[in-house]
């Protein structure tokens, strides 16, 4: 996306610098009860994906995701780690249905540890709630050259191949390797074609879905956005798995890669799978969302050494990105290189707030009494 087309795409929202959004997310949080440490951490993961362009995490997750969820009483806002297991290279963790972020954060800097020790570290976490970008903990050790890997169940959505049903959750299976560029190569993707987020995008912006990625209970093609929303959770419709439907397109890998992240999420430490992450009782009570995370880390040191790794690495990438281009395309991309390209806009503009997110703003603006109430847009 050029300058110019990254204007034109966001030509209706407002450009807010990002310490202004980053402070309003830790101060609603505050105000809805999570301590200020913890909602400084947590402001700082939802405000690096709206730096890398993933606008479904972010700033558009904060009141349905989290507030909306410490209202219900669902989602702790004072979150308790507890450590079930500690055997050199691995953990378990229990989050106490406290916030995902806090838990992820704590998890992978264990893990980072134990890959320093001992060269790999693996933490699994049980009873966590939703943790923002999978992308956030992968980069954390990056930023330490060392390979980052993580995954976390979530509320069923994907039906199996050639099922309807919505049995298993987006399930990010994500990535981060060190390089020589001035950004990592993270991959960060759910294992369905697309992800609940990005649909909400898609409401948010009054747009229909584009063919392929939900179905219906009858298998039927579904692409009115509002709908969807509504029947994703009440199981009346289903994500389809990365390749789409049937076997044709290989949809099978997909659904075989979402499946091995709900086994690593939650049989490693004995945590809730599937239908057990609906959010609902048999009765249609609400209850929490006690999502399995898993958290590894590798030292490129242990092996032939950190530079030697990133040379290959940053190789394999460059020849990549530099192999011949299909007719009429002008550049190849590698996992991370958008989400760079992405942050030079915004830290330029500031963060596009649509204006279904204004509003959000403003009520939660009003509702804590926060500062800078008065002074929205605060681009002005």
Not at 64 to 82: A, E, F, H, Q, S
Not at 102 to 128: D, L, P, T
Request: hydrophobic share 35%; proline share 6%; with cysteine.
């Amino acid at each position: 996306m050029t300058e110019s087309e990254f204007l034109d795409f966001y030509k209706d929202s407002v450009f807010v610098p990002f310490p202004k959004l980053e402070k309003f997310m830790e101060e609603a949080l505050e105000g809805a009860g999570v301590p200020e440490e913890d909602a400084i951490k947590i402001g700082k993961v939802l405000i690096e994906s709206d730096k890398r362009g993933i606008d479904s995490h972010g700033i558009g997750r904060l009141k349905p995701i989290y507030i909306d969820r410490i209202d219900l009483g669902i989602l702790n806002p004072i979150t308790k780690v507890d450590i079930l297991k500690d055997n050199k290279a691995t953990a378990v963790l229990d989050g106490n249905n406290g916030m995902g972020h806090i838990v992820g954060i704590e998890a992978m800097s264990m893990a980072i540890k134990k890959a320093k020790e001992y060269g790999i570290g693996m933490v699994v976490a049980r009873n966590s709630t939703h943790y923002g970008i999978a992308g956030y903990y992968a980069t954390m050790a990056t930023d330490e050259n060392i390979i980052g890997i993580t995954g976390t169940n979530a509320r069923p959505s994907i039906a199996p191949t050639f099922g309807v049903e919505n049995m298993l959750g987006t399930n990010p299976l994500t990535f981060g390797i060190p390089t020589n560029d001035p950004y990592p190569f993270v991959l960060d993707c759910a294992t369905s074609v697309t992800q609940r987020g990005k649909i909400e995008v898609y409401g948010r912006a009054g747009k229909e879905l584009p063919h392929g990625w939900v179905i219906d209970e009858m298998g039927d093609d579904r692409t009115d956005t509002e709908g969807v929303l509504r029947d994703l959770t009440l199981g009346k419709a289903a994500l389809t798995p990365l390749g789409g439907l049937g076997e044709e397109t290989a949809g099978y890998k997909g659904f075989g890669y979402a499946t091995v992240v709900e086994i690593l999420s939650a049989a490693l430490s004995d945590g809730k799978f599937m239908k057990d992450l609906n959010g609902k009782d048999k009765n249609g009570k609400n209850i929490p969302y006690p999502l399995g995370h898993f958290f590894i880390a590798i030292n490129p040191e242990f092996f032939m050494g950190i530079e030697t790794f990133k040379r290959i690495s940053t190789e394999i990438v460059h020849q990549l990105q530099n192999s011949k281009k299909a007719p009429g395309e002008k550049k190849i991309y590698t996992a991370g290189e958008k989400e760079y390209e992405a942050l030079g806009y915004r830290m330029k503009y500031g963060c596009p707030v649509p204006k279904s997110l204004q509003k959000v703003i403003d009520e939660l603006s009003d509702r804590y009494n926060l500062p800078d109430k008065n002074t929205w847009p605060w681009n002005k």
